[in-house]
Structures are given as C-alpha cells and as structure tokens.
C-alpha cells in the first residue's frame, strides 16, 4: 500500500524569505502524479502544485516550486518570497487514479511578519 | 462557475440519530469522494464512486453509509454505528482521462459534532 509521509508537524518562516516543506511517499508504481494541497483556515483544499512522476523536470507555479527525486521518493514543496496568504495547512498526497488520493499528516506553515 | 457545494456548513448530531451530507457537483466529473479529517490525522477515505450505482470502501469505512444515483450527487449517512462522528468532513470530484490525472476538486467541508 502507498504511504506518505510529512515528517515537519510545524514550519514557522518570515515573511520574503523561502521555505521548504517535505514529503516522502512509498509506491512500487512507476508511473504516477504527486500532488501538494493547501488548506487555510477556511479549510478549502487548493491544489498548489501538481508533479508527473515520468517528467524529469520539477514543477513550477509562480513561487511554488517542487524538488522531485524520484529514486529518492522524495516530493518536497518550496516556496519562494513567503506571503502572508501563505499560512495555512499545507498536505503532500499521492493519487491512486480514480481510486483516491492518500494523504500525509500535513504541516501547518506559520508566517511570521 | 462549476464546483462542489456541501450543506450543511454545520451539522449537530445527537447520540444514536443518523445524519446525511449532501455533495453536488456540476463538474461532469465520473468519480467522487469521502474523506474524513481529524486533528493531526490528515486526510482518510470513507467512501468513493467512480460511476453512477457503484460505489466501494475507504479506509474508514464502518459506520458509514452512501448512494450515487445520479452523477452529480454523492451523499453520505453518517450511522449510529459510528461511534466517534465528529469531525470535518470533505467531499470530493475528480476526472482522469487515461494515464493523465488532473487533479481531486474539494467541496468547502461539513463540521459535524455530536451534542
């Protein structure tokens, strides 16, 4: 069965500098999506950032960027120049297809202005 | 605008009553979803559908129950069997086209709480 992990509870960063949050994720799949979503305190879920397991280069959304190593199983989410509307829960997630997404334990990113 | 709509926004359940969820989405999407979250825990699968009159188990699936017969709506009964109901409770849609996957819509979530 496929795990994630977010091995981080709490990340706490000033606001314009950048922060790193990790996730490692066990499958003996080859071919696979790996997601990162936001949950503010709304509680939305907002998909950030989206990474195809066959594509060598990292994705990349405005100031949300990925480090993707594949042998490694290593999916980590990088933002650049912390905002404020950054705070928030943010959860690493593996989708099985149509079958459900499994989910790590999420960090809560703290933004200090 | 297309999207997912969850009611309530609150929900309070008294002790051996069922409840209902209600998730609607106007997305066209084949395949839908329950996840249940609890502090601490992340995210964990009740129920999903991935076409209309079928439907399997999660991970946590006992004590709940679902129907999907029509596409757009995917309801979940929270039972009295459910010992421990509250918590926040999310829906969601997705749509994958062969090996493309793009991506699980989230509704804004019930809060239910057993008073």
Redesign the interface.
């Known amino acids: 069965a496929q795990t994630v992990t977010q091995s981080q509870?709490e990340m706490s960063v000033q606001e314009a500098e950048t922060v790193t949050l990790s996730c490692t994720y066990d499958t003996s799949e080859s071919?696979y999506?790996l997601?990162w979503y936001k949950q503010p305190p709304?509680?939305?879920?907002i998909?950030v950032i989206?990474q195809e397991a066959y594509k060598q280069q990292n994705a990349t959304e405005n100031r949300f960027s990925v480090n993707f190593q594949k042998a490694a199983k290593s999916f980590s989410l990088k933002i650049s120049d912390s905002q404020l509307g950054d705070a928030a829960m943010y959860?690493c997630a593996y989708?099985h297809?149509?079958?459900?997404?499994?989910?790590?334990?999420?960090t809560h990113l703290i933004i200090q202005p | 605008d297309g999207g997912i709509t969850q009611s309530p926004k609150y929900l309070f359940r008294k002790e051996g009553q069922n409840v209902t969820l209600s998730c609607e989405q106007n997305l066209n999407h084949?395949?839908m979803?329950w996840?249940r979250q609890d502090p601490?825990?992340?995210?964990?699968?009740i129920y999903?559908s991935?076409i209309v009159n079928d439907f399997?188990k999660?991970d946590i699936a006992e004590g709940y129950s679902v129907s999907r017969e029509k596409k757009e709506s995917f309801p979940l009964t929270v039972t009295s069997a459910q010992k421990n109901p509250t918590a926040?409770y999310?829906c969601?849609s997705?749509v994958?086209t062969g090996?493309i996957?793009y991506?699980?819509t989230?509704g804004?979530?019930t809060r239910l709480t057993v008073v």
């Open positions: 509870p071919d999506y997601f709304s509680r939305q879920m998909l989206r959860f989708p297809g149509a079958d459900g997404l499994t989910f790590g334990k999420g | 084949d395949a979803y996840y601490g825990q992340g995210l964990r699968l999903y991935q399997q999660g926040f999310l969601a997705s994958t090996q996957n991506g699980y989230f804004s979530g």
